[in-house]
């Protein structure tokens, strides 16, 4: 009389499965990843897109001014078009209470000591806001390549003092090597760190041969 085989797994056997699952794990986790990162990179074109949204409802609301703060913090006047409570600071909120003035990408800036792997939205011309023209939209020539809205990874107790035209130590390009843009007309780009959009001056000139004035100066 022949012994039926044991239907339970041998150490052999339970091996292979698992290493089988380990494989097959080793093959996904790039593709998840990629995903994943897409994910956030979506999300943060969503944030870009709503925040520069609420700059131009702000402008319609106040007769084509954009958000200018007499101290320096324009984000605190947004705080009823995003629903965020923001106050004084750059950009007045931690990522847990405001996340859409958050990438949701974390980056620690290795330029900078005081790096708290934030990412947040700050306007391109900042000389703009603070110029004669007082962040008056329709001052803003050719909006639809203005870039209004951009990405940057500094301490946020440092300021926002970063763009016009490309500070290469503050801005990023995080989603698959591209950074996303709001424009002036209210759309939203993702671009990459090639000229003439990011000319690699750490500078706030306007002087000179600056290939990328035509994207940042927006009464250029």
Not at 24 to 46: D, F, Y
Not at 126 to 147: T, W
Not at 158 to 168: H, K
């Amino acid at each position: 009389m022949t012994r039926e085989r044991s239907k339970t797994f041998t150490l052999i056997e339970l091996l292979v499965v698992i290493a089988i699952i380990a494989i097959l794990a080793a093959l996904l986790m790039p593709a998840l990843s990629k995903t994943r990162a897409k994910g956030r990179a979506g999300s943060c074109r969503n944030n870009v897109k709503q925040f520069t949204q609420a700059n131009i409802m702000y402008a319609d609301d106040y007769q084509g001014w954009l958000p200018v703060d007499v101290d320096g913090y324009h984000y605190k006047l947004l705080r009823n078009y995003l629903n965020y409570p923001l106050s004084n600071g750059t950009p007045g909120a931690t990522r847990q209470v405001a996340p859409g003035v958050f990438c949701p990408e974390v980056y620690f800036n290795p330029y900078y000591a005081s790096s708290d792997g934030n990412v947040y939205y700050v306007w391109g011309d900042r000389n703009f806001l603070n110029s004669d023209y007082g962040g008056f939209l329709p001052k803003a020539r050719n909006p639809s390549v203005k870039f209004m809205i951009l990405e940057i990874s500094r301490s946020t107790a440092g300021g926002n003092a970063a763009t016009r035209y490309y500070r290469y130590k503050n801005n990023v390009f995080l989603h698959d090597k591209t950074m996303n843009i709001g424009f002036y007309d209210g759309h939203v780009e993702a671009f990459r760190d090639i000229q003439p959009y990011f000319y690699h001056l750490d500078t706030t000139t306007t002087a000179g041969n600056n290939a990328a004035r035509p994207y940042w100066a927006s009464d250029y």
